[in-house]
């Protein structure tokens, strides 16, 4: 096999999201499997936690319409806002729970039920004051199932208790006109920052994967994917050249690993010796299978960037391999 080897820790997965559940008692758990699950893959992670979490988030309307392809029955947000009425037709057939987020998206989901995004500073998806009372005039009274806003600096008090403060205004707004309407501010970084951010229920990404936001920490929380590149050639030197690069020093064995760039690794961050290559990178060691990845957070170092960006990278070409153990041991 010429791919990458992903190996998911599923019994990670269900630790890190039974420890989130610990922390938020009976209040709704939405598990954010956006872009495959950071990574990990999002029908076999949402099926593993199903019986956890009550529901869960993705980003588009097509990642949505994959959990229900593979059997996922419980509600699903949409985060994105639908853009036009084939959108809405897609949330409609597979029966996914939409993302109101401006006057234009409320008059698209035709009544449907939805949950309002609020703006309370990150200034992406969202709406406030004014903008919010119009989009409540357009959707019709109790129609609402949820309201939600974002941290923007999770790890900044002062910042995160203003937030605090314009979100408690807002969901109090949407709860007037939808009583039934239960608020979610908080992600990972919400959750760690204590019991104020908690509300009626919380979106969890980053965490059921094993790792804290920057300026977050939690012992208790367990990284669930390593990535292993195959050993595909062993070769004597010939001539001055490593890769793309010239040798800098002699070299008499050299092993070809098939894994590069193009498997989403950084080719700022060598492997090996020197830079990758976009389908390969050159290395003295010797190893049927070379452990590549096995911390988001230190990898994300080397490569200047966060820990979330590297796992929604790293198993671009990989085969994901499953296993329920509590340490995987190659």
Not at 189 to 216: E, H, Q, T
Not at 296 to 316: D, F, H, N, P, Q
């Amino acid at each position: 096999m010429q791919k990458t080897l992903s190996y998911i820790n599923l019994s990670a997965i269900r630790s890190n999201a039974l420890y989130v559940r610990s922390l938020i008692g009976k209040r709704f758990f939405w598990a954010v499997v956006k872009a495959d699950a950071y990574g990990h893959g999002a029908a076999e992670i949402s099926r593993e936690i199903e019986d956890i979490a009550d529901g869960f988030c993705v980003a588009l309307i097509d990642e949505g319409a994959e959990l229900r392809i593979n059997g996922i029955t419980k509600p699903v947000l949409v985060f994105a806002p639908p853009l036009d009425s084939g959108d809405v037709e897609k949330i409609k057939y597979y029966n996914l729970t939409p993302t109101v987020t401006d006057l234009n998206s409320a008059r698209l989901v035709s009544g449907l039920k939805c949950h309002v995004a609020v703006n309370t500073g990150m200034n992406r998806y969202g709406c406030f004051g004014a903008d919010l009372e119009n989009v409540l005039s357009v959707l019709p009274e109790g129609s609402a199932e949820g309201v939600y806003s974002h941290l923007y600096a999770a790890e900044n008090a002062a910042h995160s208790a203003r937030q605090l403060k314009a979100f408690g205004v807002a969901s109090a707004r949407v709860k007037r006109h939808s009583p039934q309407a239960f608020a979610h501010l908080s992600a990972s970084g919400g959750i760690l920052s204590g019991k104020n951010f908690l509300f009626d229920g919380v979106r969890c990404g980053l965490m059921l994967y094993g790792y804290a936001p920057a300026g977050f920490k939690s012992a208790a929380l367990k990284p669930a994917l390593k990535v292993y590149a195959r050993l595909s050639q062993e070769s004597a030197v010939t001539g001055g050249g490593v890769g793309y690069n010239i040798a800098d020093k002699p070299y008499k064995k050299l092993y070809t690993y098939r894994l590069g760039y193009a498997d989403g690794f950084f080719r700022g961050a060598p492997l090996g010796e020197k830079t990758l290559c976009m389908d390969a990178f050159i290395s003295v060691k010797k190893a049927d299978l070379l452990p590549v990845f096995v911390n988001a957070e230190e990898y994300a170092k080397r490569c200047g960037t966060i820990s979330y960006e590297v796992l929604c990278s790293v198993t671009r070409r990989s085969r994901k391999i499953y296993e329920r153990i509590s340490e995987i041991q190659i």
